[in-house]
């Protein structure tokens, strides 16, 4: 299994930028699929994920509410994260995961998720 998550740049405060995950190995379809972030010197931290099998249960860290949203493209087998009003504090290394039986209780948590990309970078510059 490989996830491979893209789509990182560098962007200037208050644009727009989507990140895709892409899956060899699996179908997204079955898994939940969560973004998560790391900036420098911090610890990795929840951003968006999506159920498994339901689209509509999305669920988002406080901070990037109304701002980003996540989708899933079943038919091409990637999971998006369309990132609006980019702020400097979004500026981060962005990586995809994806989980195999995540109750929703966790779905904000990095140890739910059974496997990871290798992130991609986003930088908001001023």
């Known amino acids: 299994v490989q996830l491979q998550a893209s789509g990182g740049g560098l962007v200037q405060a208050g644009d727009s930028l989507q990140l895709s995950c892409g899956a060899s190995?699996?179908?997204?379809?079955?898994?939940?699929v969560g973004w998560f972030r790391q900036a420098p010197g911090k610890e990795r931290e929840f951003v968006a994920a999506?159920?498994?099998?339901?689209?509509?249960?999305?669920v988002y860290t406080d901070s990037v509410k109304g701002r980003f949203a996540i989708s899933r493209d079943s038919a091409k087998n990637t999971v998006n994260l369309q990132m609006n009003s980019l702020k400097l504090e979004d500026t981060a290394v962005y990586y995809c995961?994806?989980?195999?039986?995540?109750?929703?209780?966790?779905?904000?948590?990095?140890?739910?998720?059974?496997?990871w990309g290798q992130g991609t970078l986003v930088t908001v510059s001023s």
């Open positions: 995961a994806a989980g195999r039986s995540v109750i929703d209780l966790s779905m904000k948590r990095n140890q739910a998720y059974d496997y």
């Open positions: 190995g699996l179908t997204f379809r079955t898994y939940t």
């Open positions: 999506i159920k498994s099998y339901n689209n509509n249960n999305r």
